[in-house]
């Protein structure tokens, strides 16, 4: 008798209760069903929140290691990869000019357009160029940036210049070193000799 009562009054209230009322019937619902049935019908508690870990004096450490790495200057990046040329391909634009040292991003995208890429390390700026000879030349045209200002740019592209003195001008020619695994740069040709004083 008292299942047919709770299922009738189960009826009438979702009859005549709107959709917010009905769930709150079958709450109801189902929590009498469950007293019949002997069934407990406690939910289980929301867990525990994770409490962060106590500052101990080897996490101090530790962050200030992080933090001495940072503070480094990093290596440059590499040069883009991906479709890695076999061979040269000529580069023709309208966007050449000469970069400056000091200038902002912004301004070296509007004499030489936007690059093939961009790197960012820390406080530099990498932005890389074609030019036309990245396979020969091994890398593309890069400009350096520091905190958003140019310090150094290795152009090989004759559209390309830069007023400033590059770290890696055209002139100087990469040699092998035999005894490691880096690339070093050849020293400049000695100047050439001065003139003989004219006679009189």
Same mark, same amino acid.
């Given at each position: 008798?008292?299942? =047919?009562? $709770?299922?009738?009054c189960?009826l $009438?209230?979702?009859a005549? $209760?709107?959709?917010?009322?009905v769930?709150?019937?079958?709450?109801?619902?189902?929590?009498a069903?469950d007293?019949?049935r002997?069934?407990?019908?406690?939910t289980?508690?929301p867990?525990?929140?994770v409490r962060?870990?106590p500052?101990?004096?080897?996490?101090?450490v530790?962050?200030a290691?992080?933090q001495?790495?940072q503070?480094q200057r @990093?290596r440059p990046?590499a040069?883009?990869?991906?479709?890695?040329?076999?061979?040269?391909?000529?580069?023709?634009?309208?966007d050449?000019?000469t970069?400056n040292p000091?200038m =902002?991003?912004?301004e070296?995208y509007?004499?030489?357009?936007?690059p093939?890429?961009?790197?960012?390390?820390?406080?530099y700026?990498?932005?890389?160029?074609r030019?036309?000879?990245?396979?020969?030349?091994g890398t593309?045209?890069?400009?350096t940036?520091k905190?958003?200002r140019?310090v150094?740019a290795?152009v090989?592209?004759?559209?390309?210049k830069?007023s400033g003195e590059?770290?890696? @001008?055209?002139?100087?020619?990469p040699?092998?070193?035999?005894?490691?695994?880096?690339?070093?740069?050849? @020293?400049? @040709?000695?100047?050439?000799?001065?003139?003989?004083p004219?006679s009189?």
């Amino acid at each position: 008798m008292r299942r =047919s009562t $709770l299922a009738i009054c189960a009826l $009438l209230t979702v009859a005549t $209760l709107g959709c917010k009322q009905v769930d709150t019937a079958k709450g109801k619902l189902k929590l009498a069903w469950d007293k019949l049935r002997g069934r407990s019908s406690q939910t289980t508690p929301p867990p525990q929140p994770v409490r962060p870990a106590p500052d101990t004096a080897a996490a101090r450490v530790a962050a200030a290691q992080g933090q001495q790495t940072q503070t480094q200057r @990093p290596r440059p990046p590499a040069a883009p990869t991906g479709n890695t040329p076999t061979q040269d391909v000529p580069y023709v634009s309208d966007d050449t000019g000469t970069v400056n040292p000091g200038m =902002s991003e912004r301004e070296v995208y509007e004499i030489w357009a936007a690059p093939a890429a961009v790197r960012r390390v820390g406080e530099y700026t990498y932005l890389f160029f074609r030019n036309g000879c990245e396979y020969t030349c091994g890398t593309m045209d890069v400009v350096t940036l520091k905190d958003g200002r140019v310090v150094d740019a290795i152009v090989r592209w004759d559209g390309h210049k830069y007023s400033g003195e590059s770290s890696s @001008p055209p002139g100087r020619v990469p040699f092998a070193n035999p005894g490691g695994d880096t690339l070093q740069m050849a @020293p400049p @040709p000695p100047p050439p000799p001065p003139p003989p004083p004219a006679s009189p």
